[in-house]
Structures are given as C-alpha cells and as structure tokens.
C-alpha cells in the first residue's frame, strides 16, 4: 500500500504524550473538533483512566464511561455522549476503578474498539503517558500515533526511544508535537533534524 492511500485508510489514532502532568488542554480533543468540523463522523475516546480529562474539557458526566464498558457493565455505544450536531461522540473514562490495566490488552478492549470503529468515520483515543504500560497496549490497537515531546525535558536519546518502541508496535507515528520548545531556533532545529533521522532509520530496518 503506498503512503497516501495507508493515511486514507487511518481510521485510529492515539495520542500519547511524555510527561504525566496535564495543562488542562488535550490534543485528542483538538484533533477531534476539527475532524468532527469537516463533516466527518468522529469518537473521542479518553484512555487515559489514570488522570481523566476529557470530561472536564468538554463540561460533560463521567458517571459511565470506559472503565465500565471494560467491566462488562455498559456497552460503549450505549454510553457515548454527543456533540458537534452529532458529528463527535465522547466516550469518558468511566468512573468504575480499575486496578488492574493488562484489560487493554484484552481481547475484550479489541472487541470493543472494533465495534465503535464501524460506527464512525475516524476514532481518536486519549492516551495514558508512553510509560505506562496501557499506551503500549493501546498503540497496538491503533494504526497511527501522535507523540506529544518535551524537548527540555526529555532527551534526543529518550526521544528516539520512544519513537522506537512505539513503532515496533506496528502503528505509524502520524505526528509530533514538541511542547516547551527550545529557546534557540538553532536547538529546536537540531532536535527536530536527529529525530527525524531516528525515525527514518526506524522505518527502514523494522
């Protein structure tokens, strides 16, 4: 399949980001919006239960949601919320407690996604941090990845690894978007030259 046609048939994307703090802000959400603007039929899943945000973004229940769907209380249409004159549905993270997270490596959590991927036009998924094991469980569920880097905060090195590891999943990394950016032009240019290499580098020998 040639590189356009595999963008053309990305109907996953998870974004993940590098650091465990949240500003109050999602990615996911904007990415979301602006696909539900152009007429297309999107779900917005929050994933990340650990530190949930969707739901305060969007001012909107977390009564049920992920976590219960995982739990075999709800189905996960049942439980979407609709906005965007029904062109975005938002599934929440759900407020019953997970304790243990391998579920996203179920078959269950592939059940799931499946199902709601019939339903729209693109699915996009709040992810946990990279270093939680869920964002790894996730990534293989998806075909394509947005990473969220710091560049002052983490290294070209730990950068690269990240690329890495989530490209052996399979999914291919759509995007990256480097938050607090390098003062220097000359810096920011840098970290943006190595990393390309790497991943380059990355798609040639996996």
Do not use: C, W
């Amino acid at each position: 399949m040639d590189p356009y046609q595999r963008l053309k048939s990305m109907k996953t994307i998870l974004v993940t980001n590098t650091r465990s703090f949240s500003d109050g802000n999602s990615m996911a959400a904007d990415i979301a919006l602006m696909i539900a603007q152009s007429g297309k039929k999107v779900a917005l899943i929050d994933g990340d239960l650990r530190r949930p945000a969707i739901h305060r973004i969007f001012n909107i229940p977390n009564d049920l949601g992920l976590s219960d769907v995982l739990h075999n209380h709800r189905s996960p249409l049942s439980v979407l919320h609709s906005l965007e004159d029904d062109n975005l549905s938002i599934l929440t993270s759900g407020s019953h407690p997970i304790s243990n997270f391998a579920v996203f490596n179920s078959e269950k959590m592939h059940s799931h996604l499946q199902l709601i991927k019939g339903k729209f036009d693109r699915v996009i998924i709040q992810g946990p941090p990279f270093f939680y094991s869920e964002a790894l469980s996730l990534a293989v569920l998806v075909d394509s990845i947005v990473l969220l880097i710091h560049p002052g905060y983490n290294k070209t090195a730990t950068s690269r690894a990240i690329v890495d590891k989530f490209q052996r999943t399979g999914a291919a990394v759509v995007g990256i978007v480097m938050r607090d950016q390098p003062k220097h032009q000359a810096d920011q240019t840098a970290f943006i030259d190595r990393l390309l290499t790497f991943d380059k580098q990355v798609r040639q020998f996996s």
